[in-house]
Nanobody, 118 residues
Framework: QVQLVESGGGLVQSGGSLRLSCAPSGIIFSLYDMGWYRQAPGKQRELVAAITHGGSTNYADFVKGRFTISRDNAKSTVYLQMNSLKPEDTAVYYC????????????WGQGTQVTVSS
């Protein structure tokens, strides 16, 4: 059974930092592309950042220069370092893993709340 367990969310003041972690189990982590998505109340889920199994990264424009995604294959963990947080970054953040074989294998974490106070 595949599980993606996120941690590191919480309440932080505007301008502060948080680091999210996601440690999947039940998959060969090094073969999967990983991503962080977020969903604010009343809004659609959106991509924040992604990292391929080869280490290439992609960021949403609204986090470029503030957030950094990274992965540690030895620890089977993906991270999202969030700096210069803004109140509009408040959302539930979800970890995602995907791998394209004959079909797309895709898994989601349960989400972790990030709240940025002004």
């Amino acid at each position: 059974q595949v599980q993606l367990v996120e941690s590191g969310g919480g309440l932080v003041q505007s301008g502060g930092s948080l680091r999210l972690s996601c440690a999947p189990s039940g998959i060969i982590f090094s073969l999967y592309d990983m991503g962080w998505y977020r969903q604010a109340p009343g809004k659609q889920r959106e991509l924040v950042a992604a990292i391929t199994h080869g280490g290439s990264t992609n960021y949403a424009d609204f986090v470029k220069g503030r957030f950094t995604i990274s992965r540690d294959n030895a620890k089977s963990t993906v991270y999202l370092q969030m700096n210069s947080l803004k109140p509009e970054d408040t959302a539930v953040y979800y970890c995602n893993s995907r791998r394209l074989l004959l079909t797309m294998l895709e898994y989601w974490g349960q989400g972790t709340q990030v709240t940025v106070s002004s």
